[in-house]
């Protein structure tokens, strides 16, 4: 489903979000989850209305994904097809709660230079690439092509990609495990302090 872009975001032409939520999340019912980790309570909404909230709030016009499907690659493929016609696309876990808007209106202004960008968080342990992954319009057949979990691994070796430092745990804080959930918790909890 193409949602609608507000008319506050600047650029002519901006990129469509893809918000995967496909995944069968299996390793977070395997780390004791109850129920899918996108359907986890992170405060006072589910980890999947945390993402949507950021990717609403970005201005950007965005779609959601979520028919099952057998890999990452396959998702982005299905994603890709059905916003076939964007200039450009923002690949997006839905299980990255903690994304900021600011960081995917930033990945969409650096595509307008540059055909596939990758935010990258700097921790103490060393450089993280996280998500989202932006691709230009010239990647869309590649990214058709996809299957498998692999996800966009392929397009990246062979458009290469343009890192971007970006002042964002949210980039690289996925929920897997209860544990991830618990640690989000705690990011979420000191953002709102």
Known sequence: MLRAMSPTYPLPSPPTVLVLASGRGERFAASGGQVHKLQALLGDKTVLEHTLAAVQASGLPWHLEDVGHPGMGDSIAAAVRATANADGW??????????????????????????VVVPVFQ???????????????????????????????????????????????????????????????????????
Do not use: M, W, Y
């Open 90 to 115: 923002l690949v997006l876990p839905g299980d990255l709660p903690l994304i900021q808007a600011a960081t995917l209106r930033q990945v969409a202004r650096a595509l307008q230079q540059h055909p």
């Open 123 to 193: 921790t103490q342990e060393g450089r993280l690439r996280g998500h989202p992954v932006g691709f230009a319009r010239g990647c869309r057949e590649a990214l058709l092509a996809l299957k498998g979990n692999q996800g966009a691994a392929p397009v990246l070796r062979t458009f290469g990609a343009t890192e971007l430092i970006v002042n964002d745990v949210g980039t690289v804080t996925d929920i897997d495990t209860l544990q991830d959930l618990e640690r989000a918790s705690a990011l979420l909890a000191g953002r709102q302090a």
